[in-house]
């Protein structure tokens, strides 16, 4: 249990115009109590009454994570009685009849809103996302070794699978080296689904992994990252392979370029949106604007992408502690496409790249 976090947010759900703060499964009720379940077919809801202890609703088999937990009351039900009594226990008790109970909009599922709904009658489901990631936006300096690990473990990963490369291998198989390679430095588990795209695939920025072989006049894209402790690193890298045409090199350098400025622009006081144009602008002003179709970054830490988001007209201003991407591409349909993505963290002057892979021209194969 974080105590001092339950303490914080429960200030926040008073100044936040709510009664109460229902979780489930995920980076939120993780990073305020460090319990994991699964958001499956077993309903887990916690709800953060301020004055009261955590109520926790749980299959009764998760009951070995709570024992003995301090400030948490489990409402446990059985495979065999369903969890429908336990639901009614848990709102009788706190008193949530006609409540306005903040929710996790984009996790909550309809089963655990209509559960609250009918256990709680009159209560007033409302979104709530922004209370806990507000909290969790300024990482402390536990949460960034997690994230330095995060990053350092991701690179040995990749030097590994590119220490295999050989022209001629598809994607999947190059997938596969990589998260093998990923398991191998003893991280938890994959970020996500890695990208591993090459040739005109690469000019798909969420391309899934083909069987087509990845030869001479390709990029070959990796965008990949690991697990530590909860927290992700999130990098992308882009390699020519054997002779490239000059316009695909042009595009290389500017978006490095990008990448540099962006990350040149992050310190405290400047707004994300700031940091995204001067990242945009570099591929703007060379006539490749349209080429560049997603914003310039996100939030990374428990979750892939949190706030913040850098993207234009986010007025949000940079505070030490928040850590984001900065991964500006360049994608050119048919052909292939270049992304180059960091992880950095602002600091009390400036920023910090978590990152420190080589982001030079770098043939391969
Ligand atoms: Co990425
Ligand atoms: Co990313």
Known sequence: MRLDRLEKLNRQIADHGIDCLALVPGANLFYLTGLSFHLGDRPTVALVRPGRPLALVLPALEAPKVDGLPDVQPYLWTDQEGYLPAFERACAELR????????????????????????????????????????????????????????????????????????????????????????????????????????????????????????????????WGVRVDGYFSDITRTFPVGEMEPEMRRIYELVKEANADGREAVRPGVTCGAVDAAAR?????????????????????????????????????????????????????????????????????????????????????
Not at 154 to 170: D, H, K, N, V
Not at 297 to 306: F, K, M, N, R, S
Not at 320 to 327: D, R, V
Request: proline share 7%.
């Open 96 to 223: 949530l009849v006609g409540a306005r109970i903040g929710v996790e909009a984009f996790t909550m599922r309809v089963v655990e809103a209509g559960l609250l709904e009918q256990c709680a009658p009159e209560c007033r489901i409302l979104p709530a996302d922004g209370l806990v990631s507000a909290l969790r936006m300024r990482k402390d300096p536990d949460e960034l070794q997690s994230m330095r690990r995060a990053a350092d473990l991701a690179q040995r990963a990749l030097s590994a699978t590119l220490e295999q490369f050989r022209p001629g291998m598809t994607e999947r198989e190059l997938d596969a080296t990589l998260r093998t390679s990923i398991l191998m430095t003893g991280a938890e588990d994959v970020s996500f689904d890695p990208i591993v795209s090459g040739g005109p695939n690469s000019a798909n920025p969420h391309a899934r992994p083909t069987d087509r072989p990845v030869g001479s006049g390709d990029y070959l894209l990796f965008d």
């Open 281 to 365: 602008s570099v591929i703007e002003s060379a006539g490749y604007g349209d080429c560049f179709t997603h914003r310039t970054g996100h939030g990374l830490g428990l979750q892939v992408h949190e706030p913040p988001f850098i993207v234009a007209g986010n007025e949000m201003v940079l505070e030490p502690g928040m850590t984001f991407t900065i991964e500006p591409g360049i994608y050119l349909a048919g052909r292939g496409g270049v992304r180059i993505e960091d992880d950095v963290v602002v600091t009390e002057s400036g920023a910090e790249t978590l990152t420190t892979l080589r982001r030079e021209w770098a043939p391969i194969g």
